[in-house]
């Protein structure tokens, strides 16, 4: 079993920030990769930000230079810090865990950006 926790979401104006983090624990051994997804109403889920197991990371083209993704392997936790939000960032935001190759799924938490 794979259990992941995440917190941080909110309703925060335009420019604002928000730190969502994500906590895996139970059979998580030989992590590939942890990162965020989000899902906006009548879209596809796409990916925002992963961090590889060697530290490489990749981003959505919509957040680079806003966002920043980091991982403490001690904790097994992911972090995504959003910086200078936009209304169009609006979306339920998943955790995703990569283990042995296998996707795992958070519950996902709720961002709103109003303008």
């Known amino acids: 079993q794979v259990r992941l926790v995440e917190s941080g979401g909110g309703l925060v104006q335009a420019g604002g920030s928000l730190r969502l983090s994500c906590a895996a624990s139970?059979?998580?051994?030989?992590?590939?990769?942890m990162g965020w997804y989000r899902q906006a109403p009548g879209k596809q889920r796409e990916l925002v930000a992963r961090i590889f197991s060697g530290s490489g990371t990749n981003y959505s083209d919509s957040v680079k230079g806003r966002f920043t993704i980091s991982r403490d392997n001690a904790e097994n936790t992911v972090y995504l810090q959003m910086n200078s939000l936009k209304p169009e960032d609006t979306a339920v935001y998943y955790c995703?865990?990569?283990?042995?190759?296998?996707?795992?799924w958070g519950q996902g938490t709720q961002v709103t950006v109003s303008s």
């Open positions: 139970g059979n998580i051994f030989s992590i590939n990769a």
């Open positions: 995703n865990v990569l283990i042995r190759w296998r996707d795992y």
